[in-house]
């Protein structure tokens, strides 16, 4: 999986480092999930604790998207087989699916042939009538993927105000409370749309904490944000955003737009949302592995979430502790912890995202001997082509020079130069990012 293993391996504690990341991968991949989470056993349906019986319903039709939407419904294939009518999904990559059709949309920023993809499957979505179950697949990427501009917006509106909101660091949840109110399917209106048709969301969890409003921009779920709480983003954290873009925002606000549907919808009286993967999954097969080598695990939390190099002291501040006194856990050691962290850019910016900030920044900050790996679990870090990093104190031979590439948010140059960025490729899942300390004895 890890293309570049045999260059980065160079000692015992990279190589435990690099077996919990591949592990952390392998877990959370999409197919092996959902077939624990879905069962058929003549026409009943069993999705997590809930049943539904097909024989009620005349088509089964599959729509969706996001990065690890492939796996997802190759597994529904091979459970459903020919009870499945059809459906689309929009993803990154080209998947390997029979009865579904497929669009390659763009990501991070929403493209035009993202809206024409979208437009496509909502119109399955507005075909579907109370004799249709739609099997709503929902993972990461999915909020640039499914994209359905609002009103008189334009792909160039959406384009300009997510770049800025990504660009300002701004928290992944606010970043979806703005998109909710700027779509026409987000924040529960694929489900108001698909009504009165019986939609069975499945969510891989690419948000902290798994807030099922979060993954996607939630269009499938409730929202209880409002287009005053949109507009407050942009306040809060100083982004201008474009002038059409501020006009609906605030004709929502002054009623002139109806808001996206509350929980007290009728519309999801027929909606049931289930999580099929999320990044739990990936941190404990990471600690089986550590377990296995040796090493004694501890997840610190799955719930990371900051600028990243702000966020890597701590951790690495941990991991001297473990040295020093034995706490919170003995060495040799395997430190976890998994969520989601924002760079916010200064100036015109370099190469890398937020887990090889992380791991740059906790090499310099770290007075151990720790090894310090992260990952985007889909293989691609921020806008890069690489998945992370893995570095220790003494791979940062030119401090100077690291401390300058951090600052201009290009770790990424600086770490290729060493030879610790991380290559996988796209993965086909997306559960958050993963860290792994390793602390040697």
């Known amino acids: 999986m890890i293309r570049n293993r045999d260059a980065l391996e160079t000692d015992e504690s990279h190589r435990v480092a690099l077996d919990c990341v591949e592990a952390a991968i392998d877990a959370a991949a999409p197919e092996t999930a959902t077939e624990s989470a879905v069962d058929l056993d003549g026409e009943t349906l069993t999705v997590g604790t809930r049943t539904y019986d097909l024989g009620e319903y005349d088509e089964v039709v599959i729509v969706g998207g996001g990065k690890a939407g492939g796996g997802v419904t190759r597994a529904l294939e091979s459970i459903l087989g020919d009870r499945l009518t059809g459906g689309r999904l929009v993803v990154k990559q ?26 496509d499957l909502l119109d399955i979505v507005d075909a579907a009538d109370e004799d249709t ?42 970043i979806n409370a703005v998109r909710k109110h700027l779509s026409e399917l987000k924040g529960g209106q694929l489900a108001r749309r698909a009504a009165p048709a019986t939609v069975v969301g499945l969510l891989v969890s690419d948000v902290v904490g798994d807030d099922f409003s979060t993954i996607g921009s939630g269009p499938s779920v409730p929202d209880e944000t409002t287009y005053a709480d949109a507009l407050a983003v942009f306040d809060r954290h100083g982004i201008t955003p474009p002038d059409a873009v501020r006009e609906h925002l605030e004709a929502g606000r002054d009623g002139q737009i109806a808001e996206t549907p509350f929980p007290d919808d009728s519309v999801f009286d027929r909606v049931q949302n289930h999580l099929v993967g999320d990044n739990g999954t990936a941190l404990d097969a990471a600690a089986d592995v550590a377990r296995e080598s040796g090493y004694d695990p501890l997840v610190l939390t799955s719930r990371l979430r900051g600028e990243a190099r702000e966020v890597a002291k701590p951790l690495v501040a941990v991991a001297e502790e473990v040295t020093a006194t034995g706490s919170p856990v003995e060495p040799p050691a395997v430190l976890l912890a998994g969520g989601e962290t924002t760079v916010t850019i200064a100036g015109d910016g370099g190469q ?27 293989g691609e870090d921020g806008s890069s082509d690489v998945a992370g990093a893995i570095a220790d104190a003494a791979a940062i031979a030119d401090r100077e020079r690291a401390r300058e590439s951090l600052l201009a948010n290009d770790a990424g140059s600086y770490l290729s130069e060493i030879g610790a960025t991380i290559t996988t490729g796209p993965t086909g899942t997306n559960v958050n990012d993963v860290v792994v300390i390793v602390v040697p004895e």
């Open 133 to 174: 179950l739609v099997l709503f697949v929902l993972t990461g990427g999915a909020s640039a993927l499914l994209s359905a501009p609002a009103g008189d917006l334009t792909i160039e509106d959406l384009q300009a105000t997510t770049d800025r909101l990504l660009g300002g660091g701004v928290p992944i949840e606010e």
């Open 352 to 378: 890398g995202g937020p887990n090889q900030e992380l791991v740059l920044s906790g090499a310099l900050d770290h007075d151990g001997g720790a090894v310090v790996a992260a990952v985007d679990t889909d």
């Open 94 to 119: 080209p998947v390997d699916v029979s009865s579904v059709e497929w669009s390659v949309g763009d990501h991070p920023l929403p493209s035009e042939r993202n809206v024409q993809a979208t437009a």
